[in-house]
């Protein structure tokens, strides 16, 4: 916590000048949007800040998909692939935002983010699929049924 230093009556110091504090009359709206709301944190938060990471990480991704699948880890392969897909969705999200509409990469940025999103919605659809279907082999499991 901050400690609060008593005012010095004589001098004056530790006081606030009428000048420094905010009139409250005069704030325009203007000066209140300056301050940047949740929605504008979150997006800033995804469009500049997660693609960087997971790019650090879509470096990795795939050779460890490569990896786990050869050692015949399916699943942990799949999501790494899952992973890395979400990537270079990202990574495409981030490009779409800083390059004109006009340009001609932009129709491949908008066919590479269509490409990683799909890959990872299927992938991570899969996944969780195969975790359900897990579980209720267990719950439903009979006792005279083969397998």
Known sequence: MHSVEPLDTVTG?????????PDPQTSTA?????????????RSVA????????????QFALPLAVQFWM???????????AVSAFGMWALCEQRLDSVD??????PWIRV????GGAVAVIT????????????????FKCPGCAG
Request: aromatic letters at 10%; proline letters at 4%.
């Open 112 to 115: 590479g983010r269509w490409l």
């Open 13 to 21: 110091e530790g006081r606030a000048s009428p000048d420094s504090l």
């Open 71 to 81: 050692w015949g880890w399916r699943r942990s392969a799949a999501l790494m692939l």
């Open 30 to 42: 203007e000066e209140l949007r300056e301050e940047p709301t949740l929605w504008a944190l979150l």
């Open 124 to 139: 991570t659809g899969g996944l969780v699929a195969a975790v359900v279907i897990e579980i209720l082999k267990v719950v």
């Open 47 to 58: 469009n500049a800040h997660l693609p960087a990471r997971f790019y650090q990480l879509l």
């Open 101 to 106: 509409g006009h340009s001609a990469r932009y």
